[in-house]
Antibody
Framework: DVQLVESGGGLVQPGRSLRLSCIASGFTFSDYGMTWVRQAPGKGLEWLGVIRSESYGATTDYAASVKGRITISRDDSRGIAYLQMNALKTEDTGMYFC??????????WGQGTLVTVSS | EIVLTQSPGTLSLSPGERATLSCRSSQSVSRSNLAWYQQKPGQTPRLLIYATSNRATGIPDRFSGSGSGTDFTLTISRLEPEDFAVYYCLQYGQYGSSRGFSFGPGTKVDIK
């Protein structure tokens, strides 16, 4: 079965950094792009960024709202995608999901990891 | 950035009724780059429709998608109790020198 498991969330103070991980299994990780999406409490889905497969140069694109503060990377040898977030703000609080990119849609999704930014 | 608008914000219907959800884009979106998701409270989003009109694996045929250009629609022909949820559209596109995805704000389908 295809499975994605996020980790690395938790309570972090404003201004600090955090790195989330997404461990993939059940498919050939290197063949796919990976994406990160977040959801603030009680709010909708917000796309954060994508990293394409090595076949597409492992290029990245980011949402304008977070560009410059986040970096998405991947380790194909370990089947892990990462989301590095810097200069965290209280409004970054939410559930963070990773998902596999299939053409131009996301499927499946991980269960998410909760990030709380608070002093 | 391509902005998606979904309407209505909330749709109050009874089981057995037809639901029509709209997703409009600020720029033209390729039919191959428009998808729909369902999310229930406490659950992860579930892919319903990809490339405008293709049902994902295991999605019942009461769900259908249509549209082109800037106007897309998700239709649930006869609401079942398990269909009451929030629905999001997702697009991928290029704008200027940038590329990226965006979600609509969602339509909540609740029980009347």
């Amino acid at each position: 079965d295809v499975q994605l498991v996020e980790s690395g969330g938790g309570l972090v103070q404003p201004g600090r950094s955090l790195r989330l991980s997404c461990i993939a299994s059940g498919f050939t990780f290197s063949d796919y792009g990976m994406t990160w999406v977040r959801q603030a409490p009680g709010k909708g889905l917000e796309w954060l960024g994508v990293i394409r497969s090595e076949s597409y140069g492992a290029t990245t694109d980011y949402a304008a709202s977070v560009k410059g503060r986040i970096t998405i990377s991947r380790d194909d040898s370990r089947g892990i995608a990462y989301l590095q977030m810097n200069a965290l703000k209280t409004e970054d609080t939410g559930m963070y999901f990773c998902s596999r990119v299939w053409n131009s849609w996301f499927d499946p999704w991980g269960q998410g990891t909760l990030v709380t930014v608070s002093s | 950035e391509i902005v998606l608008t979904q309407s209505p914000g909330t749709l109050s219907l009874s089981p057995g009724e037809r639901a029509t959800l709209s997703c409009r884009s600020s720029q033209s979106v390729s039919r191959s780059n428009l998808a729909w998701y369902q999310q229930k409270p406490g659950q992860t989003p579930r892919l319903l429709i990809y490339a405008t009109s293709n049902r994902a694996t295991g999605i019942p045929d009461r769900f259908s998608g249509s549209g082109s250009g800037t106007d897309f629609t998700l239709t649930i022909s006869r609401l079942e109790p398990e269909d009451f949820a929030v629905y999001y559209c997702l697009q991928y596109g290029q704008y200027g020198s940038s590329r990226g995805f965006s979600f609509g704000p969602g339509t909540k389908v609740d029980i009347k």
